[in-house]
């Protein structure tokens, strides 16, 4: 049992981290469009190369040809370039927003999560020298992944709701935000509730696969029983049972909600 407690603790953080931050790249997607072309994408590398080129053309100054001006002048010289790309880039930060997001469900969507937590809990601690243990590499691999899907997930259900009904609320005067939570928000969420459900049943059952970082979950569990009585049938067939039954309790949860939330 405390196997299937550690896969339910990091199935239920992974969902919720993953369906805040699905939620949010949903709406940015759905509501900032910005088309992922090769002519944004090169505009992009160009803008950063031309920032980190100055950035790195005011430290070769500061320490070679006019190492004799004071340091507060370089400094002060960097901190107006850095106000200036924040107030010229505030028009831009929805757009910005909009690109890191199909950006990061491109590369979650597109890579497995086996590949994404091994980088997380071995790769990433040699790059940010920090030593992440299994739990949260786990837990943390299974929230950006899910998030991922979440947030098409999101977009598809803030897509099926008719355009008349923002109109509607525009009509009325009342803000964006509001128009998403009172009018646009609860339609879609209930269409959006079994697709949902299938990515709680798919992120439950993905958790096994974090038996390659060594966390106790339920699989992992079971395969430290079978090493020690070598009575496969029985303990995989127990695993399976118990996968069976959090899967189907989820099911029948959700079906429940569906029907109490069905418009009739």
């Excluded at 091994?118 to 299994?134: E, K, Q, T, W």
């Excluded at 590499?137 to 997930?153: C, V, W």
């Excluded at 992992?220 to 899967?247: C, H, K, P, S």
């Amino acid at each position: 049992m405390a196997g299937a407690w550690m896969t339910i603790q990091i199935t239920l953080v992974g969902l919720v981290g993953g369906s805040i931050i699905g939620g949010l790249a949903g709406v940015v997607v759905t509501y900032v469009p910005v088309p992922i072309t090769r002519r944004t994408l090169g505009w992009g590398a160009v803008t950063l190369v031309v920032l980190v080129a100055l950035w790195r053309l005011l430290s070769w100054l500061g320490a070679g040809p006019l190492a004799e001006v004071p340091d507060s002048f370089w400094w002060g010289l960097r901190a107006v370039i850095i106000l200036l790309v924040l107030w010229r880039g505030l028009v831009w930060v929805p757009v910005g927003l909009s690109v890191i997001s199909q950006i990061y469900i491109l590369v979650m969507r597109g890579t497995p999560i086996v590949v994404q937590v091994m980088f997380i809990y071995f790769a990433l601690p040699l790059l940010v020298n920090i030593r992440i243990d299994g739990f949260t590499a786990a837990t943390f691999t299974l929230m950006i992944n899910a998030g991922a899907y979440i947030a098409e997930i999101v977009r598809g259900g803030l897509l099926s709701v008719p355009k008349g009904l923002q109109e509607a609320g525009q009509a009325m005067g009342l803000p964006f935000y509001k128009i998403l939570a009172h009018i646009i928000g609860p339609v879609a969420l209930r269409r959006m509730i079994p697709t949902m459900g299938n990515q709680c049943i798919i992120s439950l059952k993905d958790s096994s696969l974090f038996i390659v970082i060594g966390v106790a979950e339920l699989t992992r569990r079971g395969q430290e029983i079978i090493a020690g009585n070598f009575r496969a049938v029985e303990i995989w067939g127990a695993v399976a049972v118990i996968y069976l039954i959090m899967t189907g309790f989820i099911a029948v949860v959700l079906k429940f909600i569906e029907h109490r939330t069905r418009i009739i």
